[in-house]
């Protein structure tokens, strides 16, 4: 008997054990984007056709998209029960907040509001297999880890837009764009419907914007700053019907996406005024845009024009009922109103100092009649140029300047910026890359890093700042699978850095989810950029580092610009730079190569890692490995500026010093300029140098830009330890060009001693 009972005993505390052990728990949920709180439990609940729902009618659009979800995914149907419930708890302060707790017998979605509820649907969504994506799942039931997330968004505003003016894009796909949206729990979908080179809704009451303004006679091929330019001669566009516009409505609206309409003015107006010649300052009849780029023939500012816009406005306020209306007010030349008899006779009615004002006084005017109507505006920062209209809110692009203006006037924010945003920016340095705008490049790791609070702001002032949104621009992505390739897995990024608390987020971390998303986002037949498997590499103390965003990969690389194969050496530790390189690197799992080759030229020169000074620090945004990247051996990009060794100066004069340690024997100084007018980038016109410590200055000629680049070589037979140069800013940007008036940017590339 006493055997038995320790026999018994033995076996219940066995029982215990296995309870406790933390093998009994499933993997940490792999969620996008990464939940506030998220616990996994014991246990696993089993979803089969005996599991139901219950719900009222306050959570009808989660519980409705729950049920199609798992029906249409799979043969499960639901029962009338409450396995799964949805309960209405005022204790969650945030309308988009919500509880997600799942245990053997039951799910439970607690949220305040059905919007809330429907991101824990998204949440739980995450946890059931991919297969439901696509209706391929074929089992009876689902085995779901028992888990409990608590979880509420850091941000008011997330966000996406969509330009359709450049390119158009079916009903269909602006559904399935939304549904990404939805799935990521952002919840705006900024829609830009009017262009210079297409308008894309229907306004009844003005017929011509579907004959003509939707339409342009043909598109520009390849790059905007290729010398000639080519077309394909194709006429191109289309435009989307009322009906259609509330068909996407209601579908968003079922999804909790708020759609803010974008009617662009006074700028972005060409296609418009083809249609109307009347809205121009000048009356002439001109063609719908062919080409990208900025038009100096935008809106009058005359009572017709007004008229105009009021009676658009009324129609597209019966299809959107956002609370928002965006209304543009960027990149607006003012060459035509500053010779227009109309616009300078309202100047002078309306007591205004200048073109400038004079865009406050139609961005106000349009606000006061939008405000009238129970809306409120959004403006890209141009707006703040001549005072800001009363009640707008700003979407910072051009940096974060324009937020912080506007912050500190107590003023809404939605943050944008180029330097983290652009999604029509390039994403990797592969060499087959599509076209991307500008030159710019946004890899996934630095949008990311964004921060939508400005540094700049008190707490106080930061509260204006209502959240941020990806950009995607579409001069060059003619088509949907490159939009999407464009976006993702950027959009991940950027919904994590707006839903999820600061000190959560953790790059491999995310890299590692962003991995595993890539079989949902292969279910969903969503075409992304999987840069994943590749390498990346700097120069750091004693020669040239490689990396990988994934963890435990194996990198094997050359040196001499061969290809890295199955053999080639591992990489242990930094590569020395003794003389010029040609570094080619790949992950490999054993002998087989797993995305694109890593490419990296470095050329030694006698400047290589001494110590470099400068007057004035390079841009937060264009400021590539810092200082020490104008002497690190590694030029920057032939096709941009957004890259790890461009440094780029706003408007200031410029003061170098190397030192090279000791007394060297050099023959020559040569470094480049970047030259885009269109970016407002100038190189400058002529350099000084001087190679002692009492340094007479002698004057270098820059040669002429060749493909954006402008550049300079000094040759030179010394002995010197020390190198000055001295580069002007170029001359204030000349009337006719983008950002006339303005002081332009000098982006300086590496500079070789030899």
Not at 491 to 507: C, F, G, H, Q, R
């Amino acid at each position: 008997m006493h055997i038995k009972k320790i026999a018994v005993l033995i076996v219940f505390i066995s029982f215990l054990y296995n309870c406790d052990s933390p093998k009994t728990k499933h993997p940490m949920p792999q969620i996008l984007p990464m939940p506030d709180h998220l616990e996994t439990t014991r246990g696993e609940f089993f979803l089969d056709n005996s599991v139901g729902m219950s719900f009222d009618d306050n959570f009808k659009v989660s519980a409705t998209f729950l049920k199609e979800f798992i029906e249409t995914g799979s043969s499960i149907k639901l029962q009338e029960n409450n396995k799964i419930s949805f309960i209405q708890d005022e204790s969650i302060v945030n309308d988009e907040g919500y509880q997600l707790t799942i245990s053997p017998k039951q799910i439970e979605i607690r949220a305040k509001t059905d919007h809330g509820a429907f991101y824990a649907v998204q949440s739980l969504r995450q946890l059931l297999p991919t297969d439901l994506e696509n209706g391929t799942f074929n089992h009876e039931s689902i085995t779901i880890g028992c888990v409990t997330i608590k979880d509420a968004p850091q941000f008011k505003h997330r966000g996406m837009h969509l330009d359709v003016g450049r390119h158009f894009f079916s009903v269909d796909f602006i559904k399935k764009y939304i549904d990404a949206l939805a799935m990521l729990k952002m919840n705006t979908f900024h829609w830009h419907l009017t262009e210079d080179q297409g308008w894309r809704i229907e306004i009844k009451k003005y017929p011509k914007l579907q004959e003509i303004a939707a339409f342009r006679d043909q598109t520009l091929i390849g790059s905007y700053n290729a010398d000639p330019q080519q077309f394909d001669g194709k006429r191109y566009g289309g435009f989307y019907t009322q009906e259609e516009i509330k068909d996407v409505v209601a579908y968003a609206r079922r999804r909790h996406v708020t759609i803010i309409p974008e009617i662009e003015m006074p700028g972005h107006a060409q296609a418009a005024i083809s249609a109307y010649p009347e809205l121009g300052c000048s009356g002439e009849q001109i063609k719908v845009a062919e080409t990208w780029g900025v038009f100096d023939h935008i809106f009058c500012s005359k009572d017709e024009t007004f008229e105009f816009l009021e009676n658009v406005l009324d129609e597209v306020l019966e299809l959107f009922p956002s609370k928002y209306i965006h209304i543009g007010g960027d990149e607006a030349p003012k060459t035509h109103w500053e010779k227009c008899p109309n616009c300078q006779q309202r100047i002078k009615e309306e007591g205004l100092k200048d073109e400038h004002e004079l865009q406050n006084y139609f961005i106000t005017r349009i606000e006061k009649y939008l405000n009238g109507k129970g809306r409120q505006i959004i403006g890209w920062d141009e707006i703040l140029e001549g005072g800001l209209a009363p009640n707008a809110t700003v979407m910072s692009w051009r940096g974060t300047q324009g937020a912080i203006e506007a912050a500190k006037q107590h003023h809404n924010v939605i943050m944008t910026p180029t330097s983290h945003c652009y999604f029509d920016y390039k994403q990797s340095d592969n060499e087959n890359e599509p076209l991307a705008n500008s030159g710019g490049f946004l890899p996934l790791e630095k949008v990311y890093s964004f921060n939508p609070i400005p540094e700049e702001l008190t707490k106080e002032e930061s509260k204006y700042v209502l959240g941020g949104q990806g950009n995607i621009w579409t001069e060059y992505i003619p088509n949907e699978k490159q939009l999407e390739y464009m976006a993702f897995p950027r959009i991940l990024a950027m919904s994590e850095v707006l839903w999820s608390p600061t000190d959560k987020k953790n790059y491999p971390d995310f890299v590692a989810r962003v991995d595993n998303f890539h079989q949902r986002l292969d279910a969903l037949d969503i075409n992304y950029a999987n840069h994943l498997y590749e390498v990346d590499g700097g120069a750091v103390t004693g020669g040239y580092e490689l990396k990988s965003i994934l963890k435990n990969k194996t990198i094997r690389y050359t040196t001499d610009g061969t290809e890295p194969n199955g053999t080639s050496e591992v990489y242990s530790g930094v590569i020395p730079i003794n003389k010029d390189l040609v570094i080619k690197a790949a992950i490999f799992d054993a002998d087989k190569k797993q995305g694109a080759t890593f490419t990296q030229p470095i050329t030694s020169h006698k400047a290589l890692g001494k110590k470099i000074s400068i007057n004035v620090q390079p841009s937060k945004t264009y400021s590539g490995s810092g200082i020490g990247g104008l002497i690190n051996g590694i030029s920057g990009s032939d096709t941009r500026v957004n890259d790890k060794e461009w440094l780029g100066f706003d408007g200031v004069d410029l003061e170098i010093t190397i030192d090279l340690g000791e007394e060297t024997e050099i023959r020559s100084i040569e470094t480049r300029f970047y030259e885009a007018p269109w970016m407002w980038i100038y190189a400058p016109k002529k350099i000084a140098y001087g190679i002692s410590q009492n340094d007479i200055y002698s004057e270098a000629e820059i040669a002429e830009s060749i493909n954006t680049h402008a550049k300079v070589k000094i040759e030179l037979n010394e002995t010197t330890r020390y190198i000055h140069l001295r580069i002007p800013n170029s001359n204030l940007i000349p009337q006719g060009k983008q950002g006339a008036g303005n002081k332009p940017w000098t982006f300086i590339d590496e500079i070789i001693i030899n």
